[in-house]
């Protein structure tokens, strides 16, 4: 009661900005520790109705909030392990469970569904777009709705995805470590040469949202012309670029170009850089393998912020110890959090951990979306028929947040209906 009151007070006064302390980081000092099946939790609005099990901590604090009104117990494990097992998962689960928001890097197929339905499990929503570790028709079977976070990751991972690409084509990583070695002896004309990218070709393989927006970022910043291979055309983007271009011709300056190609290798034949934004499922496995590597150009860019196994790793190795002027940047591996043998040694691969949605907007953005998923289906609303214009979820007042689950994967399967807007 004492420190509710402290807290208040300290809000009011707008102290807690210049403190060394976010208020998210004091709001959660309410919540109370517990523990479920021996596995440690921290336990937010006790007496909610619905019990939501949320299996790593999230940025922010609209998506507790969220929760919250929508009379949600929320219980987020606090276990330490940075991947929890399917045991660990379904002790969180427990007896009696309403809805989970779980993580890309755990096995959400018939075990964890299972142990869901039977907790009397109503919802389930991963805290990321992509939904290859969510064996959906394992879901739909036992009538659960998965929902994903479309809409706020696009600009983030393409700004990852261009600065991977700007990082391998100039070196940046290689110069950075030899700087700090107190290598540099002073400027010579060899020194880190790299790349340039003006006016070269970006090849995109996977022209969806996050494909959109990072050829945008190339073919403006950087008057690329565009080649790119998706089964399905995107002419949005073909329109933007030919319109980019007559600008670029009415400034007198050459216009850049856009091509779709019928085959991803004219892509991997024609570009200088080739970045993939393609989901990965049975048939974009392993769609870089060894021919599809030698096809490109031996002073190429290949980037990858899609997912690992979209790359065959160990013949991507192979490919950078016999092509020293080959550069990969890489955000997503095979076998993560491993990387293949020879990876590490590699000066001209770029490597980060999976960081490309990492900005605050994006990662509290996701966790919105994740909750507002849960609170939606647990409250019975329809599913917003807008996938990619998210933004009332994530910037309107709660008061007013739209009655709908902002993305329903299978909710077709599921005979859900999509809610009216204006
Ligand atoms: N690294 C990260 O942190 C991160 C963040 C967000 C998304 N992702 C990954 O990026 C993927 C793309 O996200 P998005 O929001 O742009 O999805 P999206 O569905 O809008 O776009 C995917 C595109 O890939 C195309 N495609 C499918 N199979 C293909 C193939 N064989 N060859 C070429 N194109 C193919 C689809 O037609 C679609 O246009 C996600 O599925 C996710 O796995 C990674």
Redesign the pocket.
Known sequence: MALNRALSGLFASGLWRHADVSKSTLLRTMATSGSVNGVPVEVHNENGNFRVVVTKELPGERWLDILKQANCRVEVSKHPDTILDNATVKKLIGNKCDGVIGQLTEDWGSELFECLKSAGGRAYSNY?????NVKVEEATKRGIPVGNT?GV??E??AE?AAALTLAAARRVPEADVFMRAGHYKGWLPTLFVGQLLQNKTVGI?????????YARMMVEGHKMNLVY????P?KKLEEYIKQYGELLRHNGEPPVFCKRVET?EEVLKEADVVSL?????K??HH?MNKERLNMMKPTAVLVN???GPVIDEAALVQHLNANPEFRVGL??FEDEPAMKPGLAQCPNAVIVP?????SMWTRSGMATLAAANVAAVLQGYAVWPKPDNVLPFVEKPLSSLPKAAPSIVNYEELGLSLASVE
Do not use: E, K
Request: one cysteine or more.
């Open positions: 990321a777009v992509g939904y290859n479309p990751l696009t983030t991972t990852l393989i996977g022209a969806g949202r996050i494909g959109f927006a291979y998706d089964p399905y995107n991803m934004h393609c989901n990965l499922d048939t974009t769609l912020a899609a997912r955000d997503v999976h960081i490309a949605s990492a």
